[in-house]
């Protein structure tokens, strides 16, 4: 019986170090580029991604309607200035950004 459930425990640590989904901190934020527009905290070319988890909380279309957005660009919700799309970035990163973002970028 212990030794099982220690061998579920090994298991279970193996699975998190080999196959970790995807989870997106100001690192990947990085690597993509978009921390040369976007703080947490403050305003620079976009907005802080503390003011779109904001304005967005609890609108549960928020996700995919900000997926699209990452991925194709935009303008028009925040001010004139567009955000250029942004094809490089994997669906699942994108999601995993987005999500992130509006859970408050932490
Ligand atoms: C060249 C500058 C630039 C880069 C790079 C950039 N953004 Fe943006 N982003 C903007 C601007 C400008 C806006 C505001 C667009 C608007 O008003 O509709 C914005 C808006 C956003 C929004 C809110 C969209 C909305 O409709 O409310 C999110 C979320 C976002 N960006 C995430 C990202 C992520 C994630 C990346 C990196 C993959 C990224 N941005 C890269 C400039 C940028």
Not at 52 to 62: E, F, L, P, T
Not at 63 to 70: D, M
């Amino acid at each position: 019986m212990k030794r099982s459930a220690w061998m579920g425990l090994a298991a279970a640590a193996a699975l998190a170090t080999t196959a970790a989904p995807a989870v997106a901190d100001v690192a990947m934020a990085k690597k993509y580029n978009c921390t040369a527009c976007h703080a947490v905290d403050k305003k620079l070319v976009g907005p802080s991604y503390a003011d779109v988890a904001k304005k967005y909380q609890g609108d549960k279309d928020a996700v995919a309607k900000l997926e699209q957005k990452v991925k194709k660009g935009g303008s028009g919700v925040w001010g004139p200035v567009p955000m250029p799309p942004n094809p490089n970035v994997p669906d699942a990163d994108v999601k995993a950004l987005v999500e992130w973002i509006l859970a408050g970028a932490k």
